[in-house]
């Protein structure tokens, strides 16, 4: 995810949201299997439909060895946050504030004092929403540079990380609002990079594998909230690719969905 207050997953919250994590894609339930379609592709989650009402319309993936979903917080933040929109915010008098607008129609009241290069934003109650550095660029706006971090309203951490000329770099966190991590990745430019791991509100992985230049590519496993496997196998630029192995929660193989794929399409056993 509460909701993140601005920032990944772009993954993870305070300028977009890991639960700000908007999440393009929209719930799908079936087969008792739910699932969700992250920057990394199709990813598999726990069936929480009894969780989920009033979400999206459902849509299928026949092909796919998982059905997609939106879930759990830390699989939204897995499909992309919407990101913060500098450009977009209104200059500011000296000593005032105003509005950030963000593409997933929400915004933030950031407060500053002349030329403050820290912005903070705040909850209706007070409480501290989000911190972030900024720099003026040439032409006088006002571009996120430097420290990002977020908060829940009771105080919990939600999200950190950096900023360099308005583009997450380096190594980003979040948090559920229980003080459990939520997620972990490294950001190149933009775009999600390297090894990404993901867990459960309760401390259970609940997945981990790889992005290249933003795009799923190379080897993700899922687990159950029990800890046992749910599914592996490796992704080429967003499509499940090669041979997957998904399991039922008892353990034993799931044959419909086990198989060889290519280019996200199931082709043989």
């Known amino acids: 995810m509460g909701s993140l207050a601005l920032a990944l997953m772009r993954a993870p919250s305070a300028v977009r949201s890991l639960l700000l994590l908007a999440f393009a894609g929209g719930l ?149 609002d229980n003080g459990q991590k939520m997620a972990v990745g490294t950001f190149v430019n933009g775009a999600r990079q390297g090894r990404w791991s993901f867990w459960y509100p309760d401390g259970t992985k609940q997945m981990d594998g790889y992005y290249r230049d933003g795009a799923g590519s190379g080897r993700w496993v899922h687990w159950y909230r029990s800890g046992f496997k749910r599914a592996e196998g490796d992704y080429i630029d967003d499509e499940l690719a090669g041979y997957w192995k998904v399991w039922n929660e008892d353990g034993s193989l799931d044959h419909e969905r086990t198989g060889i794929y290519e280019a996200g399409v199931r082709v043989s056993d």
């Open 28 to 176: 799908i339930v079936g087969g008792g299997l739910i699932a969700l379609r992250l920057g990394a592709g199709v990813v598999e989650a726990e069936d929480l439909a009894p969780e989920v009402a009033g979400a999206p319309a459902p849509r299928t993936s026949a092909d796919s060895p998982l059905q997609l979903v939106d879930p759990e917080p830390a699989q939204r933040l897995a499909l992309g946050e919407p990101e913060l929109d500098s450009s977009q915010a209104e200059e500011p008098a000296p000593g005032g504030s105003h509005m950030l607008a963000r593409e997933d129609n929400r915004t933030l009241l950031s407060k500053f004092v002349g030329d403050d290069p820290v912005a903070r934003g705040t909850f209706p109650s007070g409480a501290l929403q989000f911190e972030a550095n900024r720099v003026r660029t040439a032409v006088g706006e006002w571009i996120l540079d430097g420290a990002w971090a977020s908060f829940y309203e009771h105080g919990q951490q939600e999200e950190q990380g950096t900023y360099q000329r308005d583009r997450e770099v380096g190594q980003w966190e979040w948090w559920y």
